[in-house]
């Protein structure tokens, strides 16, 4: 017996979303489907490690989705041998991560060179680009990743699967509309990254206000008046235990410090952790153990989310397990990052930190860790950075702990180190840098605006005078019952 097709009303009634679970009001022409009526996400293959080689086509990874800038620059290769057309990847695809830390992040291959997926990197295609403008598909996808991301955090691991994808509910535009809306989407879009690209260089003129801030702090002069009014805090000279340094005036040359101050090395200043961190073999699943990775602390301050899974379980005895206050230090990146300082401020016993990252606790009865961190983060600190580290830029630079022992600090009363993080902390707040923060925070929320709007029929672009797009989608049915 022949198996009976189903008519066009069931194809409807099945992919049509019901009016009670429609989250917005759109246009008349305009029809609520799901999403997997225009759109299927299709998984890539397993290649093997042992598959990669220098030449041939290039495989893209989870670790190589980037944006709107994705391609095969950093990717492995395999032999044209293994070429599948199933999971072939073409300029224009969007691409999803599907599972691991990074599950939801998005990005359109946007090279010529044809690449294949690898296992767990999605690729979502339209079903038909005469019913789904490509371009418009990856906007809404854009618009909906965090709710994507939700929903694959809803199950004991994090995965956007098919069957996730393709139940979304997806407000359908005629075709010529899709197009209207991606056209208007991009013009508005670019404006707000050219926005973005003059708030960074208004920053670069605040990096360089603070830079000329802490280079008063560093010789006194930020608390020249403060050391006049206190002096009696100040009759207290700093513990006598302290390695007091004199400073090759060949290295600072410009620095008079005020009476009450000493020049310190930092082994004087803070206990370091004696071994190294530790960086076994990552993986992209979840597991119960967090290593924070390199861009945790390349801006001179702790972001808890830079980090990766690796595959083992860590004692929790361990010393590798970092505690709120930890000292941290990169002990090998680029020449511009080397040495870069920051504190922990996550909570304990959350994070591993990774071989490139040396650990220490200071002294908190002579030193406060944030001004260690200023000055090793200022140009001096950076000065004496690369003038000790070993290798080239193109090998990348290290330091050890005997480099980082032997910074030299220059070393106010505690009360005072205090005064100045308050007043450097005081300047900063009442300058650009606040504005800065602010004005990228509002960028932000007027790009979500603008997806917004653009799913509602609200950018002013639709033509009631269109046919529906319930009719569209009817024709490209008409194919299944055939």
Known sequence: MSRKHKTIDELLEEVLVPEEEQTHDIPENWVWTKFGAVAKLYNGYAFKSTDYQEDGIPVIRISDISGEDTSPQKAVRVSSNLYNERFLIRKGDL??????????????????????????VGNIKEISQQLLYPRFKNFYVFNISKEILKKAYGGAQPNISGALIEQLSFPLPPLNEQKRIAERLERLLNKIEEA?????????????????????????????????????????????????IKVNNDFYND???????????????????????????????????????????????????????????????????????????????????VGTAAIYTGSDDEFIYPDLIMKGRVNEELVLAEYMVLWINSHYGKKYIKQNATGTAGNMPKINQKVVKNILIPLPPIQ????????????????IGVNIVNASKSLEIIKQS???????????????????????????LQEQVK
């Open 95 to 120: 691409l999803i991560a599907m599972s691991g830390a990074t599950t939801g992040k998005t990005g359109v291959y946007n090279s010529d060179e044809i690449a294949l997926q690898n296992q767990r």
């Open 196 to 244: 973005k690209q003059l708030i960074e260089e208004a920053n670069e003129t605040f990096v360089l206000r603070t830079a000329a801030i802490l280079d008063k702090a560093f010789h006194g002069d930020l608390t020249r008046k403060w050391r006049n009014k206190n002096s009696s805090l100040l009759q207290k000279s700093i513990d006598s235990s302290l390695d007091v």
């Open 255 to 337: 620095f008079d410090l005020p009476s009450s101050w000493v020049w310190a090395k930092a082994e004087s200043l803070f206990q370091i952790q004696p071994r190294n961190g530790y960086s076994p073999k990552s993986t992209e699943d979840i597991t119960n153990t967090k290593t924070i990775k390199l861009g945790a602390i390349t801006k001179g301050y702790f972001k808890d989310n830079e980090y990766k899974y690796i595959d083992e379980t860590i004692d929790k005895e361990s010393y590798l397990w970092l505690k709120h206050g930890d000292f941290l230090i990169q002990r090998a990146n680029s020449l511009e990052y």
């Open 416 to 431: 005072e180190q205090i005064e100045i993080m308050r007043v450097v902390e005081q300047t900063n707040r009442k300058d």
């Open 450 to 476: 603008v997806l917004s709007k653009a799913f509602r029929g609200e950018l002013g672009t639709n033509d009631p005078s269109e046919e529906s797009a319930i009719e569209l989608l009817k024709e490209i």
